[in-house]
């Protein structure tokens, strides 16, 4: 398997601009994370998804991140609009479930907001 | 939720055992322990995971004392590959209400390597 994939690898873009980071879990994965990392506030959780529903949204910062997830294969997080608080690497992360819970984790999405 | 305390930083030289220590005085029965790795520029990294037992697979060992209040973990022939920060993790169950759990990172120890 090519193991979690996310796209793109890296974005740059202007304040008040529409981000869309996309990812791809591990085939038959139930479970999928969207993760943020900075220097200040380290690595948090922003939304995890089972069976393609949201689970728990209380990470997600504010109202101007969303995440959709409308198939088994793909799941967007999207910032409308971004500010330059915004800045840090997205993590993407799937696991098969409860059970067998270890969670592989996609290689980022740097984002810079100017 | 359970708190883990970690070392900031320690340094091994390569081809000793690393053994990295967690507090979490504060866990509960149920809770278990994790550890995950963060190589630089890359996504974390499972390493292994306990109850109560201590365990060991091809990556590493996990010591869980007695009492489940404190764990080490043990790369037992560190190399240069295995400078990252380590995550000692209890596993929390979230807000649903179900059998779901999430994974609450700290700061972590950052391990250096030294040749």
């Known amino acids: 398997d090519a193991g979690v994939i996310q796209s793109p690898r890296h974005e740059v873009t202007e304040m008040g601009q529409e981000v869309t980071l996309r990812c791809k879990p591990i085939?038959?994965?139930?479970?999928l994370f969207w993760y943020r990392q900075t220097m200040m506030r380290g690595l948090e959780l922003l939304i995890y998804?089972?069976?393609?529903?949201?689970?728990?949204d209380s990470g997600m910062p504010e109202d101007r991140f969303s995440a959709k997830m409308p198939n088994a294969s793909f799941s967007t997080l999207k910032i409308q609009p971004s500010e330059p608080r915004d800045s840090a690497v997205y993590f993407c992360?799937?696991?098969?479930?409860?059970?067998?819970?270890?969670?592989?984790f996609g290689p980022g999405t740097r984002l810079t907001v100017l | 939720d359970a708190k883990t305390t970690q070392p900031t930083s320690m340094d091994c030289a390569e081809g000793r055992a690393a053994n990295l220590p967690c507090n979490h005085s504060?866990?509960?029965?149920?809770?278990?322990v994790y550890w995950y790795r963060q190589i630089h520029s890359q996504g974390p990294q499972y390493i292994i995971h306990?109850?109560?037992n201590n365990e060991t697979n091809e990556m590493a060992s996990l010591i869980i004392t007695e009492d489940r209040k404190s764990s080490t973990l043990i790369l037992p022939h560190a190399t240069l590959r295995d400078t990252a920060v380590y995550y000692c993790?209890?596993?929390?169950?979230?807000?649903?209400?179900?059998?779901?759990?999430?994974?609450?990172f700290g700061k972590g120890t950052l391990l250096t390597v030294n040749p």
């Open positions: 085939s038959g994965h139930d479970y």
């Open positions: 992360a799937s696991s098969w479930g409860p059970v067998r819970d270890t969670q592989y």
């Open positions: 306990g109850l109560k």
């Open positions: 504060t866990i509960s029965g149920n809770e278990y």
């Open positions: 993790i209890v596993r929390s169950p979230d807000n649903s209400g179900g059998s779901n759990y999430k994974l609450t």
């Open positions: 998804f089972n069976n393609n529903v949201p689970i728990d």
